[in-house]
């Protein structure tokens, strides 16, 4: 569950893709608990019926948290999350859909300020059980570099 | 609870301050069942008290799904979350800290392809009790026009 | 979310209505997790299907606490909720039933003690998604008022 | 756990003392996920502080559905809740509180329209590790009669 | 709740059977969330689709957990619980499934090195709705003498 | 994730260890509710206090549950568990304690019926921070051969 891996060793284009997670009807009662967002389009059935998508449907942290954990298989003790660029929730997810996890890594860049750190950037897409994209993200990693880079190329 | 709103209606510079949440244990636990994120720097106190912390902290979609949840107070029927942009981890998060979300509408601006909607980004920036800054990002929602763009308007 | 309001400036009659909630086969496992009461009519399916109902039945504790909850949506630092009187369970509630909150200001009395403050009776009246009223109570709060009352006009 | 009894063997003024349970951080925030009531009394420790009571409290209807879940430990097959009176908070509960509940039999009286029934008042009083009352409630159970009155008797 | 019982008033053979318990969706979520095992077969519904038994089963651990709390009835102060044996999975248990545990004292023996304790055996029996046995094990008690065994006799 | 893996490709004595798990309070609380056994040693801190231990235990299912929870990190579509044999509570688990499974391959026998699988035993080792030793048992997974014994092989 550990795999040390410095800037240098990340490979641009490189994929992995994880196990798929139902999302059930718990997990979105779990997560406006969490949360505190009780809006009806994730708690009220009779009201979404009313609704363009006749369902609850789950809330977008709920889809971005699952998402995003379902990537968290491996720690890298050189490398932590620093944020998140361009989060787009492209489909609903409603009750009873899987979700699946595709990560690519889509950048390598050196850090603005830090000469001992690079940023790697994973392209995070959510798909369901019908291959269908419902959310697409870019998860930022501060990653040690073995080898710091010379003041001057830092940049 | 609703307040309808249409995109012309949203103040440039308005901002809004949430109520807190305390960040427990149980709360870390809880995120870890639902994302599947049992990362030991969440959920080993024992090896955290080696780290540079010394104690487990909050993961960050947990900060974030707590922080964007306070701010889930006010329905507008005329508005839907899509995304997010330049969502950044600032601090950690420790067990007993508080959370407040402040929210700021930062930017008014056409939909690129919707002469219907707008697009209205409301800044989320969330404070601990000692008011430092733990987590920012910016929230964009699709905001129906009360008139719609003439198609010369919408680029 | 926090409105302040002294006793004299609660107008009797006045009403709100609530959100909606399904309540769920979670909410149902998670309240017998929070209570101890595992009793058949609420976790065994099996069992119920052999009873009047055919299928099991929302906790009273249950349907009380969420139709409660549905109800606090602001705060007023005036006032504390101090009980509860002749709270009835009118109907039973089952999984997937929806329920709302209606609320009026039935009564305003004298604190029987205290000058300070009064005694204002909401009538929480709890529905589920084909108007049937399952839950009837009455809810206490202890307010302050403006303007204690005078000694002799305390009965 | 099944124990089957009529109106007629219920005896007024027997009682009876249950196990204890212990109020943590976790109740409380998966009480405040189940009901959506998330008032700072509740959830900010920092706001708190800053208040009379220095700490966070237990949401009302929890210690009520706690209390009230310690009491059932038998099922009697003739007997079903129908609601409470007078339910009152006495004194708030704190985080790392035991709790535990005590019941007597305080009134056996027929039903004013069931010659069928009784109303059996089952007085619950829960109190805390230090023997403090922090809460009172009669709870009603109608409860079949072995022998169902005459109609004359019925009043 | 409380019933106390000595080495020497365990019955061989006696039987007892508890209450059911039906595992619902939430169940296994909760218990994948709680064990941090998110295996398919618990948690991708489109996987399960696929697989044997069309549908996802219950964790191992979770049907043993609920089957032995729902043996924990009563507690005997003179007796603890230390461990298992033969714990086997007979058939799987999916949603929806009702659990029901049987337990038979099915030996008594000295305790290899304490006078003053014997074993007790309790087999346990857990059945679905239908009858069909889905896990068996011995649970082992620790249980204190009335009388010690004189050292003579303690082999 | 997926590492497929026959019989013949056990190896005795090959070890592995897990990452570290917190029990939380939290834990405690989630795992009385979903098993039901709120027993006072788990549930009631102020009696607890005037015993042996002085503080809360986690219950020994909770333990078991997490501790081989810890150990699924692997699926391999080639085995299945079917059962534990030896199952010890050593010592107890307090709230705050960190656990840790080791994992050693210590027997791998022919299935005494089926000649395409073998049963390949995982003894399960769960240790705190302090590395004593608090849980173990034997772990029965029933493991496809990668070739079939022959009929006269299998007794």
């Known amino acids: 569950m550990t795999d040390e891996r410095f800037f240098e060793e990340y490979e641009l284009g490189s994929t992995r893709r ?8 718990g997990d ?18 009779a009201w979404c019926a ?12 709920l889809v971005f948290s699952v998402g995003i954990g379902l990537t968290a ?4 003790p050189r490398a932590m999350s ?15 859909d899987t979700i699946y996890s595709r990560v690519e890594i889509t950048d390598r860049r050196p850090h603005p ?4 750190h690079g940023i790697v950037v994973e392209t995070v897409t959510v798909t369901n059980q019908r291959d269908e994209t419902v959310l697409v993200c870019d998860h930022l990693h501060l990653v040690e570099r073995r080898v710091p880079l010379a003041a001057a ?3």
């Open 73 to 76: 298989s491996t720690i890298n």
């Open 50 to 61: 009313t609704q363009e998508f006749k369902q609850r449907i789950a809330h977008g942290t």
């Open 28 to 45: 979105i009662v779990l997560h406006a608990g969490q949360t505190g967002d009780f809006f009806p389009h994730h708690m009220d059935a």
């Open 153 to 155: 190329d830092n940049r």
């Open 82 to 96: 620093y944020g998140y660029d361009r989060l787009r929730f492209v489909k609903p997810v409603f009750i009873g």
């Open 113 to 116: 300020k830090r000469a001992g």
């Open 18 to 25: 994880t196990t798929g997670r139902t999302i059930t009807e």
